[in-house]
């Protein structure tokens, strides 16, 4: 007991980050990275949020910390101000379903089976002893890890596996073997998976340490912070790579980490610079090696017709999504009577936002142009919904009500 005294428990937080994982000794600098990504502000998530109440709509960069007791930013902290990096982990355990926040070790802790039983005997033991066997911090980062936050809001996790939220109540579950429960009591039914997915990739497969931990800037909105583009994998002729000594720090780290053979190795460029340790080219044959499942892909180009010159303006997700999780009707209103919880502070408050959502579909997306990066390009949306806003509850205002169509 005596080597466990005035040990940080859990050490990943990002409010110990600089004295546990940022030491000069381990990963210098990685925790203003992670404190400045999309993924611990929220930034997006916030400056939407205030739009759709008809507060405001900066295009600046926001952060979930700075939420305060408007209705807008007290919906956030009804409802979404726990899927950040910055949440505190708070219990030692496993990352599973239920999971938010944690830090570090949101992405990089593991249990084995072994670490795992141990956990589970000392719960039931009910005693504060630590086991000898330890959670080990890793590059293992599987797509459970990935799904305590983005199984909600926009539901990638959920629809890259092919499920679809549903309204049904967990003792309504049809006996199909096409539906499955989650933790939450939410009911998902089985619709298409990614074929990626059925390919065996996994999210960091084309995730990579750039885009998921930050660049170390401030970005307003998400697609700011994404670095993936399908170019990246599926291009005609295999130009952009790098050798090893010419990889970022990081790059090299995690090569090293994960044990892969450098030597004469040329190493993939993504479209928009960044270093991929997972794709490689090899006598002007490009491929993929799984991170996980260490599978060798060979890579595709793409189609004839998708580089015909009539596609130019189309994105590849315009013609190569199968389906878009909707929701076309939600009534939010506030009760001031009703026990909530606010999710930012950690605390149980009375009054809470209620959502009263319409039914789910799940069918082909709608098309439409935006300019990106100074360009119309015909990309996917999700059909809009019609949202009643019901602010009375909480501004005490008489027939506080808006009325959209988003």
Known sequence: MQAH???????????????????????????????HSIMNTLSGIVSIDR??????????SMHVDSLKQTPADNHLRDLCASCHLGAEKKETGPIDELSRGGGCLACHLNYSKTAHQAFIQNKIEQTDTP?????SISLKISDDHCFGCHSRSGRISLSYAGWHETRFEKNEIPDTGRYRLLKDDRVVKYVAEDIHHAKGLACIDCHGSTEVMGDGRRHAFQQEAEYSQCEDCHFTHPTRTKKYYELQEDAKTILHLRKIDTLNRRFGQGVKGQDMTNVFVENDSAFLIGKLNHKKYTLSSPSPLCQAPVHEAVTCNACHTQWAPQCILCHTSY?????????????????????DLGPFLSDFPALGIRELNGERKIITFVPGMILTLDKSGFTKIPNDVLHKRL
């Open 5 to 35: 005294q005035d040990m940080i428990v859990i050490p990943g937080n990002l409010k110990d980050a600089n004295q546990t994982c940022a030491t000069a000794a381990c990963h210098p600098g990685i925790d203003h990275r992670v404190r």
């Open 51 to 60: 739009m759709v109440f008809g507060e405001n709509h900066p295009d600046i």
């Open 131 to 135: 086991s000898k066997f330890h959670p």
């Open 335 to 355: 009760d001031p009577a009703a026990s909530g919880y606010d999710l930012l502070a950690q605390k149980d408050i009375q009054g809470e936002w209620q959502e």
